[in-house]
Nanobody, 126 residues
Framework: QVVLVESGGGLVQAGGSLRLSCAASGRTFNSYAMGWFRQAPGKEREFVAAISRSGANTYYTDSVKGRFTISRVNAKNTVYLQMNSLKPEDTAVYYC???????????????????WGRGTQVTVSS
């Protein structure tokens, strides 16, 4: 089992940047594909970005392509989400998720993930 803890959220003006971090417990972090999801008030949870075990493969939802970057440092058991050019519509609680896998691919359906963090709030003011 892995425990995920997100950090780095906050209040930022439109056009600003934030970097979210997700720290994972355990010694087998490089056995997990990782993903970021978000949920805005009154809306369903949506996929944001995903990364494979090694970090070689990444995938983004269209609305964040060119603005967000997902990365990971396996030696630090941490995955990041660098968010630039933030927009008010990016306001949400952001969650990281982990899926144990032997594959080198990424996953973008929430139901594919086994472990979830508690989330960190990101608020973008206009």
């Amino acid at each position: 089992q892995v425990v995920l803890v997100e950090s780095g959220g906050g209040l930022v003006q439109a056009g600003g940047s934030l970097r979210l971090s997700c720290a994972a417990s355990g010694r087998t972090f490089n056995s997990y594909a990782m993903g970021w999801f978000r949920q805005a008030p009154g809306k369903e949870r949506e996929f944001v970005a995903a990364i494979s075990r090694s970090g070689a493969n990444t995938y983004y939802t269209d609305s964040v392509k060119g603005r967000f970057t997902i990365s990971r440092v396996n030696a630090k058991n941490t995955v990041y989400l660098q968010m630039n050019s933030l927009k008010p519509e990016d306001t949400a609680v952001y969650y990281c998720a982990a899926k144990p896998t032997a594959s080198s691919t990424y996953y973008y359906y929430g139901r594919q993930y086994d472990y979830w963090g508690r989330g960190t709030q990101v608020t973008v003011s206009s």
